[in-house]
């Protein structure tokens, strides 16, 4: 589920290290120190992310992390006593303080959570499954509240976390009001259709919902169903506020869960005044700023958790990651084009109109006036689809703007935020020094923010970042999840800046000093013994090559030197010992690693690069090093391969190596001066030595296969040089084939073993055309047309042609499943049966600058289409095909061919018409069936054209049908026929909701997804007047769905067939874990 998200628990070991022998390292626990940023991370033991993520942020929250600290282990309890009968140890705190403390001040890069877990009563299979973050938030809660029953902590959570909000219903005759308060520790906000957070609360908190009309609310008052409003409001606001992000949603059409990734906006400082019951107080009292995102990544089944978190108390070191100054020219350009984008934001624009004009107020109309005069475009045509009513903008940015209490008038917040957002009259009432505090206040709370410091904390990865880079997870796959806001007036004293010591109880700050020197005197040890290692040098000249591996000379211990060497040194300073240690040692040398097996030893990859250390390329402890020259050369090996399966000496002027694919298929072979190296062999590789000399380096080696079935045809092989044209190149091949004649050319073979775009250029060499060694063409019956023309093929097309009625079924099933294939004989007509008749008539070349029109005249020319007399090109309906089907229909006779994208394989079937017809670009053209009363059959289809560019809904065509048939449109039903699947879709007349709050129609296009309807689609019809029978499927359809079964019986038994007999393997399928809940045992406390 996860991938390979957690793999920073092997990160202590080098990736060579799996079958080898073991390192002198003496404690593989020993974690690593922590990096530049000075802040730990927290190891992921499987699937725990979601709780990192969450145990970073309540880390990050001082006033949390203070208040767990300050619960002494006189209420708590003693770890050591654990274990003891009748203690009673608050566990769950007491390693929470001790995560804490090692997260602080340990000198390590990743803390470990699994004491902490193993308090919470999870086993492994736990600690292996992710669950929500969210859940996790109110579960870790209430076990924290529980667990500190009877401390001086137990009110921790509802102190820090808790706020109430109340919904009231008011009737609207006797002004009752119905009330009732709710206690949250987090707002859940909806993200579907949503712009970002704070319309999210406008809708929950401003917006009201009415009972009215067949909706009404039954007053307790009254005693009556009345009239009423329903609203909600925040009636207390917690320090911090924690708001869940509903990303995952259920789609009920395809009854399987999705994710919301579309963009969904949230601010770094938010005024929830107008969201709150109670206005009256400070701006200030209002204001949030936010100190943590959640983000996840992946989908609704699995994924991977990380956060953003501002370091409020600056503890870690975040370094700024570059300045304007270092940036280079692509950079530079971002930055131009960002600022581009921020001349065109819409905050910017209308605080440089209020900043322009002298007065303090501008009224909000003459506000949208001065806009359309600066831009030259209203508000309404260029933001309101995305930000909605000038009005509604200006409130939603209120730490920008004040607008009066009848919203007519605006200004800017002068006050950088915290401002009262009530009318004039009220900010006058401040007297001068009260705003002069509250100015300096929001100065200093401002250059604090935006000198603040964020981190990426990913597991036991932490990175500092750019605020910026919170806007990234707007939307997408990777997106914000959960957020956390800390009350702005919150101000941090000046002695815990930078202090992570700071209230951490004296027993933890002895137990973490003790240990970081510990850890220091055992990293010390490590290093003196993982310094040096001993590497077995295997020297080539005592070595011989015997049945595929090398085998030794003389005894292992006279063919092996052992050298001891500092890992942290070059390999060039390796290869330098190595030269002193070998004193007759004469031209290059190459180190290879090595492996020894019984059956020999095993040479791998060489070891490249002087200044790599030998610990970064992968050297361990033990490890096995070939010593040779590196030159062994190809056309040395072939030599090798005939002396030892003494071979004919005559091959050795007339033979090559060809590597053997995994297909058994003999690839190209490999140059004469190529070394194993160049020519990619590795370790196991097949070569085939075969008759024939190998391409020199200008010539290219090619496969071919004639003909236009690619799957039977044989491939041949042919070497031609490299600056041969391609009509050269054709003539060669031609000659190899035995095959006469100019009515050829070639096509290049793509990946996917298909025939790909015909090669045009003849006088161009294969060089030029990007032709290399391996490539397959494709020698295919046909002249090319002039360049700029198209040779078309023509077949004769009616539809629903009448077939003979047969009775016996074995004669339906092999009529159905006939297959519509290439004429054998171009020469005289030849008819394909199925549900259309398709009948070969000819070819015809034309220019693509030609209209359609003139495609249809040209075809009018045919021999085998005068005779039937068509009078007009408009007489003519023209499609092209795809797999011998009709596919596209091609309207506008004024339209030329290059436009309708006709590539040079294009075939096309033409339709008679019994009346002159001119299609629009709005006209569907649907093939329309009425069912037979009675009967699984329908009769013989009408062709309909139905104008869309009004609507294109199911209760528009319901209503065409119905007016074509002079039928009631409550008494007929219709379906979409699909005959790929033998199946008919029933088109019902959809129910356009109307949402209260967006008052905005769902999308119900029949083009769009599930129907999407086009050109030539079979619509059938039934009658309900005189047939009350809704199957629309006929004996045909139960035929070719068995027909269809049997085919997928007969693929998946000779599948199974080839792998069993192939490979004798089993395919292991994955499945998916099934959900559990997650749940934290905690002890009784009293």
């Keep these: 589920m996860f991938g390979d998200l957690f793999d920073e628990d092997f990160s202590i070991l080098s990736s060579n290290q799996c079958g080898k022998p073991k390192s002198k390292r003496k404690d593989p626990e020993l974690p690593n120190p922590r990096e530049n940023t000075n802040l730990s991370g927290i190891k992921n033991q499987g699937g725990t992310c979601y709780l990192n993520s969450l145990l970073q942020t309540l880390l990050f929250t001082p006033e949390f ?45 990743a803390a470990s959570t699994a004491d902490l877990t193993d308090s919470f009563g999870w086993n492994g299979n736990e600690e292996m499954r992710q669950h929500d973050v969210q859940e996790l938030n109110r579960i870790l809660f209430s076990a924290l509240e529980t667990s500190l029953v009877g401390t001086s902590g137990h009110n921790l959570i509802n102190q820090l976390y808790h706020g109430t909000l109340v ?249 950088s935020h915290y401002l009262s957002f009530g009318s004039q009259s009220q900010s006058h009432l401040r007297n001068e020094d009260e705003k002069m505090s509250l100015g300096k206040a929001s100065t200093n709370l401002k250059e604090h923010f935006s000198e603040s410091h964020w ?107 052992d050298l001891t ?81 003494q071979l004919d000496k005559e091959l050795v002027n007339n033979s090559c190596l060809r590597p053997i694919g995994k297909n058994g298929k003999l690839l190209c072979p490999v140059p004469e001066d190529y070394t194993v190296k160049e020519a990619e062999l590795k370790m196991g590789s097949l070569l085939g030595l075969c008759s024939g000399k190998a391409p020199t380096a200008t010539q290219l080696f090619l496969y071919f296969i004639v003909g236009h079935d690619l799957q039977c045809s044989p491939e041949k092989e042919i070497v031609v040089e490299e600056t041969a044209t391609v009509k050269e190149c054709l003539n060669l091949i031609l000659k190899k084939s035995d095959l006469t004649g100019d009515d050829w050319h070639l096509r290049k073979i793509d990946w996917c073993y298909e025939a790909g775009e015909p090669l045009n250029e003849e006088n161009a060499t294969l060089k030029e055309l990007s032709i290399c060694n391996g490539d397959i063409l494709n020698v295919a019956e046909g002249k090319l047309p002039p360049k700029g023309f198209l040779k078309v093929p023509v077949w004769w097309y009616r539809p629903f042609s009448q077939v003979k009625h047969i009775n016996n079924i074995q004669d339906q099933v092999n009529c159905i499943s006939k297959k519509v294939g290439p004429s054998a004989s171009r020469d005289l007509p030849t008819f394909l049966q199925s549900e259309v008749d398709l009948c070969y008539v000819g070819d015809i070349e034309i220019s693509g600058e030609a209209f359609l029109e003139d495609l249809k005249i040209q075809v009018m020319t045919l021999p085998s289409i005068q005779e039937f007399s068509i009078p007009l090109p408009e007489f003519l309906r023209v499609w092209t095909m795809e797999k011998k089907q009709p596919c596209k229909l091609l309207r506008s006779n004024k339209e030329k061919l290059h436009k309708l994208k006709l590539g040079s394989r294009v075939e096309i079937c033409i339709e008679p018409l019994f009346k002159e017809e001119n299609l629009g670009p709005k006209d569907l053209l649907l093939r329309v069936l009425m069912s037979v009363p009675g009967e699984r059959d329908y009769y013989h289809p009408v062709d309909l054209i139905w104008d869309i560019s009004k609507e294109c809904t199911a209760s528009a065509l319901r209503g065409k049908i119905a007016a074509y048939y002079s039928l009631p449109v409550e008494k007929i039903e219709i379906a979409k026929y699909s005959p790929g699947k033998f199946e008919w879709m029933p088109i019902s007349s959809w129910t356009q909701q109307m949402s209260k709050k967006k008052k905005k129609k769902k999308s119900d296009s029949l083009q769009s997804s599930p129907y999407s309807l086009k050109d030539g689609d079979i619509i059938g019809v039934k009658n309900l007047l005189i047939d009350d029978n809704t199957d629309f499927s006929t004996i045909k359809d139960d035929i070719g769905k068995q027909m269809q079964k049997q085919l997928t019986i007969e693929k998946t038994r000779q599948r199974e067939s080839v792998q069993n007999d192939c490979f004798h393997e089993k395919k292991v399928t994955k499945h998916r874990k099934p959900e559990a809940a997650l749940s934290i045992s905690v002890g009784v406390f009293s």
């Design 565 to 645: 060497f500092d890992k942290r040194k070059t390999l060039g300073e390796l290869q330098q010992a190595v030269f002193q240690l070998l004193e007759f040692w004469e031209g290059d040398l190459v180190l290879s690693l090595a492996k020894s097996f019984p059956a020999g030893l095993h040479i791998y990859q060489i070891l490249e690069g002087d200044d790599s250390t030998l610990s970064s390329t992968g050297l361990f402890d033990g490890a096995d090093i070939f010593v040779w020259n590196g030159k062994e050369m190809m056309s040395d090996i072939r030599i090798k391969a005939i002396e030892e399966m």
């Design 65 to 109: 992390r203070e208040a767990l600290f300050s619960i002494g282990p006189e209420e708590l309890g003693s770890l050591e006593d654990t274990h003891k009968p009748e203690s009673k140890v608050r566990v769950i705190p007491l390693q929470l303080q001790r995560l804490f403390a090692q997260l602080l001040l340990l000198d390590q890069h």
């Design 455 to 561: 981190f990426d904390l990913n597991d036991s990865k932490v990175q500092p970042i750019r605020e910026r880079e919170i806007q990234k997870q707007f939307q997408g796959n990777e997106s914000a999840y959960m957020l956390f806001y800390r009350k702005s007036q919150m101000m941090r004293p000046s002695e815990a800046r930078g202090n992570p010591r700071y209230r951490v109880p004296s027993h933890l700050l002895n137990e973490m000093d003790t240990a970081n020197i510990k850890l220091q005197k055992k990293r010390e040890e490590c290093d003196l013994a993982d310094n040096n290692i001993d590497l077995h040098l295997h020297i080539c000249s005592h070595y011989k090559f015997c049945n595929g591996a090398l085998h030794p000379l003389h005894s292992q211990k006279e063919s092996v030197l």
């Design 167 to 415: 919904n009231q219903i008011v009737c609207k005759e006797c002004k009752n009001v119905s009330e009732r308060q709710e206690d949250f520790l987090d707002l859940t906000v909806a993200v579907k259709d949503v712009s970002g957070l704070e319309e999210a609360l406008w809708n929950m908190y401003v917006e009201e919902e009415h009972f009215e009309r067949e909706n009404l609310y039954r007053c307790g008052a009254c005693n009556k169903l009345v009239e009423a409003i329903k609203s909600a409001k925040l009636r207390k606001l917690p320090p911090f506020l924690t708001v869940s992000l509903l990303r995952f949603n259920f789609d009920f059409e395809k009854c399987e869960r999705y994710k919301e990734t579309r963009c969904y906006t949230f601010p770094i400082q938010i005024n929830l005044k107008p969201f709150c019951e109670q206005t009256q107080l400070d701006d200030l009292e209002y204001m949030y700023e936010l100190f943590s995102v959640i983000i996840h990544k992946g989908g609704c089944y699995g994924g991977h958790y990380h956060v953003y978190i501002r370091d409020i108390d600056e503890l870690g070191n975040w370094q700024v990651l570059e300045e304007d100054g270092s940036l280079n020219d692509e950079d530079k350009d971002l930055k131009e084009t960002e600022n581009d984008k921020e001349k065109d934001n819409p905050l910017t624009i209308l605080k440089n109109i209020l900043l322009e004009v002298e007065s303090t107020e501008m009224a909000v109309d003459c506000l949208a006036q001065k806009f359309w005069e600066k831009k030259s475009v209203s508000w309404n045509k260029k933001y309101r689809k995305q930000y909605g009513p000038i009005r509604k903008y200006l409130q939603n940015n209120s730490q920008d703007f004040l607008l009066s209490s009848d919203g007519s008038k605006v200004r800017l917040n002068d006050q």
